[in-house]
């Protein structure tokens, strides 16, 4: 059985809490023991806000472990693995010091604050022989899987051109505090940065036009290009100055010699060149589930991190980084 140390509580902790319950009841070898919040008496009555609906809005924890406390719950439980769900400045030293202590470790998006924290965890996490694996869950949506094995089966051909983007309104709280979180560049906007790295690897250089709608936010709105070899047209998009009732959108638009496969509110198509468009069959899950299965069974079946390699999020962390550089010279190439 992996015991499992929850620390943070707030809507993304809720998200993962929700997803190993799912586990455990498909019969999983999974078990949340613990949890820990500075604030886990409030939480555990209260309402997390977020841009996507957790199984519940309040939780019943009477069954487990709360602690305020990550050296209570350790010098407490007896654990396998920690989830970190906590502000991105915190990643770094706490996942560090878990996989120095024998834990392995899942640490939410984005890996850290900056890329040299971020190469210090993988550099632990191979001292240490630990598992540790990052919360780029768009690798594990239906959606993007379907689109990489395109990618890499090549059955319709190579890729001309790709757009993708993500947009919702402000988020709250320290996320406005873009020397926190990066502004929209490194806490949304990595979500797409990640599966153009994912799908076709590093590119050679990046262009991005960056604006502040929010004062001292970083940059909300951005839009950026990504420099292939092949001469192939990428381009990303974020926004989360989206007001109204608008919530939150996600897709892409991927070109191919023989196709192109788009994902919008209508869900996934794909629309050959010499036959008619359709919508394939997915798994009836997200990413979420999907991250949490598979580093729990690598941990389980003592099996290494395959899809989402420490290592390959660093490089879109490096990638996030130069267009941030390149925002603040107003779009100029930067070189990776």
């Keep these: 059985m992996l015991k499992i140390g929850l620390i943070g509580f707030g809507f993304m902790g809720r998200m993962h809490f929700d997803n190993y319950v799912r586990l455990a009841e498909e019969g999983k070898q999974v078990k949340v023991v613990a949890i820990c919040?500075?604030?886990?008496?409030?939480?555990?009555?209260?309402?997390?806000?977020?841009?996507?609906?957790?199984?519940?809005?309040?939780?019943?924890?009477?069954?487990?472990?709360?602690?305020?406390?990550?050296?209570?719950?350790?010098?407490?439980?007896?654990?396998d693995m920690i989830d970190i769900t906590l502000p991105t400045t915190l990643h770094a030293d706490l996942t560090c010091?878990?996989?120095?202590?024998?834990?392995?470790?899942?640490?939410?998006?984005?890996?850290?604050?900056?890329?040299?924290?971020?190469?210090?965890?993988?550099?632990t996490a191979e001292r240490t022989?630990?598992?540790?694996?990052?919360?780029?869950?768009?690798?594990?949506?239906?959606?993007?899987?379907?689109?990489?094995?395109?990618?890499?089966?090549?059955?319709?051909?190579?890729?001309?051109?790709?757009?993708?983007?993500?947009?919702?309104?402000?988020?709250?709280g320290w996320f406005l505090n873009?020397?926190?979180?990066?502004?929209?560049?490194?806490?949304?906007?990595?979500?797409?940065?990640?599966i153009v790295n994912w799908l076709f690897g590093k590119p050679e250089r990046v262009s991005t036009i960056g604006r502040n709608v929010i004062p001292g936010s970083g940059f909300d709105v951005a839009s950026t290009h990504y420099g292939f070899a092949d001469g192939k047209v990428v381009n990303a998009q974020v926004d989360w100055t989206l007001e109204g009732d608008?919530?939150?959108?996600?897709?892409?638009?991927?070109?191919?010699?023989?196709?192109?496969?788009?994902?919008?509110?209508?869900?996934?198509?794909?629309?050959?060149?010499?036959?008619?468009?359709?919508q394939p069959e997915l798994a009836d899950n997200d990413g979420y589930y999907g991250e949490l299965l598979s580093f729990s069974n690598a941990i389980l079946n003592d099996e290494a991190v395959a899809v989402c390699t420490p290592e390959s999020t660093l490089a879109t962390l490096e990638i996030v980084e130069a267009e941030q550089q390149s925002a603040e010279r107003g779009g100029e190439w930067v070189k990776l």
């Design 37 to 79: 919040d500075i604030a886990i008496e409030t939480l555990k009555n209260a309402k997390a806000g977020g841009n996507m609906a957790t199984a519940q809005e309040t939780y019943d924890l009477s069954g487990y472990a709360l602690y305020d406390s990550v050296d209570k719950m350790l010098a407490g439980e007896e654990l």
């Design 129 to 172: 022989g630990r598992k540790l694996q990052i919360g780029q869950c768009l690798r594990f949506w239906p959606a993007y899987e379907y689109l990489k094995a395109c990618v890499e089966d090549g059955r319709y051909g190579a890729v001309k051109g790709g757009y993708f983007y993500r947009g919702s309104h402000a988020p709250a």
């Design 178 to 194: 873009g020397d926190l979180s990066g502004g929209a560049l490194l806490d949304m906007h990595i979500h797409d940065t990640d």
């Design 246 to 278: 608008f919530g939150f959108e996600m897709g892409f638009r991927v070109n191919f010699d023989g196709a192109n496969i788009i994902l919008g509110k209508d869900g996934l198509t794909v629309n050959p060149k010499d036959a008619a468009g359709f």
């Design 97 to 123: 010091e878990l996989l120095e202590k024998g834990y392995h470790v899942f640490c939410e998006k984005p890996m850290a604050r900056r890329s040299d924290e971020a190469r210090r965890m993988v550099e």
